[in-house]
């Protein structure tokens, strides 16, 4: 049963309306709109600092340069000591 009603709804909510002649049969209910639907942001709204994501800058991409440098150090330092 619930195999057939899914074709039906999937019929009508995909496949008809993109036909020729087509036109959307279901419609949503008003009550679920209004309890689900988003609000328009507000474009004056400044985020809180701890709502904003990072902090710390984990994962920073461009902050590999300076590991690089400090691995390139390191490893000089290797060589010249197993070269003794």
């Avoid at 039906?8 to 949503?28: C, S």
Wanted: no cysteine; hydrophobic share 30%.
């Amino acid at each position: 049963m619930g195999i057939a009603v899914g074709h039906i709804y999937y019929f009508l909510e995909d496949v008809f309306p993109n036909q020729r002649g087509g036109f959307k049969i279901l419609k949503t209910p008003s009550l679920l709109r209004t309890l689900f639907d988003m609000l328009p942001e507000d474009e004056a709204y400044q985020r809180l600092p701890e709502e904003q994501p990072g902090g710390f800058e984990w994962g920073n991409q461009n902050n590999q340069d300076g590991n690089q440098e400090n691995r390139d150090a390191n490893n000089q330092e290797e060589n010249a000591n197993n070269r003794q």
